[in-house]
């Protein structure tokens, strides 16, 4: 009777074992499973950046470079333009109703004040209107507009330069197409014969410098209607509210 037990409880305990090993051994699949999972994302991303180089280095340093040049530029000079259209942009209803305040209360002098210490293309259109307010209307009036295209110069600055980039972009691109199939026909002249293994890297440069182009082109194009987008809507309420002004002076002077 004690044999039988004692073969028993080895039994149990081997089969508590298997049982344990079995758990342990599940766990750390699983283990090991998730960090591979986890590494992926990042093996993916770093593989991404590998990949752009690679085909950026194969593009060629010399085509491939005046590219990511007009890039740089191009989003340098957007960023700029942005940053200063944002500040630029103002209230101008609640500045009018300031300002339309301040004539009734403190006359000329108290209008100019608080159009000193607000910044924005409106601010300054009126802050030249009021000063020569003194005089008739028909001069309030023509300093306005003067100095509207004063500030419409200053929001359009180098915006000129991003549609510049955009239109050469491409054209690189384009160029270093026409010599990669160039240089892939020099290698058919040279050799005499027909061999895909010759015009393959001469059309994949040419293919390369193509795409990173247009990239590069759309890009840069996103960022250029969005300016003239911001633009318009700045003039425009410079426009509105030259209207506003000139109204006021009018209704101040009577």
């Known amino acids: 009777m004690k044999r039988f037990f004692s073969i028993l409880a080895i039994t149990l305990m081997m089969a508590l074992g298997s049982t344990v090993n079995a758990t342990a051994s599940t766990t750390v699949a699983t283990t090991v499973a998730t960090i591979q999972q986890a590494d992926e994302p990042a093996a993916q991303e770093l593989g991404f950046h590998q990949e752009l180089k690679k085909r950026f280095i194969e593009g060629g340093p010399g085509f491939m470079g005046i590219v990511l040049l007009c890039l740089i530029l191009g989003l340098a000079i957007a960023i700029e333009r942005i940053i200063f259209l944002n500040l630029s942009t103002t209230n101008s209803k609640k500045l009018t109703q300031e300002v339309e305040d301040a004539l009734q209360s403190g006359g000329l002098e108290a209008a100019k004040e608080v159009c000193r210490n607000t910044k924005g293309p409106v601010a300054s259109i009126f802050y030249q209107g009021l000063d020569r307010a003194d005089g008739d209307l028909e001069s309030a009036e023509k300093a306005v507009v003067a100095y509207g295209g004063v500030q419409m110069g200053q929001l359009e600055k ?97």
Request: charged share 15%; aromatic share 8%; proline share 2%.
């Open 158 to 254: 180098n915006v000129s330069w991003i549609s510049l980039f955009i239109a050469l972009a491409p054209m690189l691109g384009f160029m270093g197409t026409v010599i990669g199939m160039i240089q892939a026909f020099d290698k058919i002249e040279a050799a005499g014969d027909m061999q895909p293994s010759l015009v393959a890297g001469g059309i994949k440069v040419a293919l390369l410098t193509t795409v990173f182009g247009l990239v590069v082109a759309i890009i840069l194009q996103v960022f250029y209607n969005y300016i003239i987008a911001k633009i318009d809507s700045i003039v425009n309420d410079m426009e509105d509210s030259s209207i506003t002004l000139i109204d006021m002076l009018s209704k101040h002077k009577k």
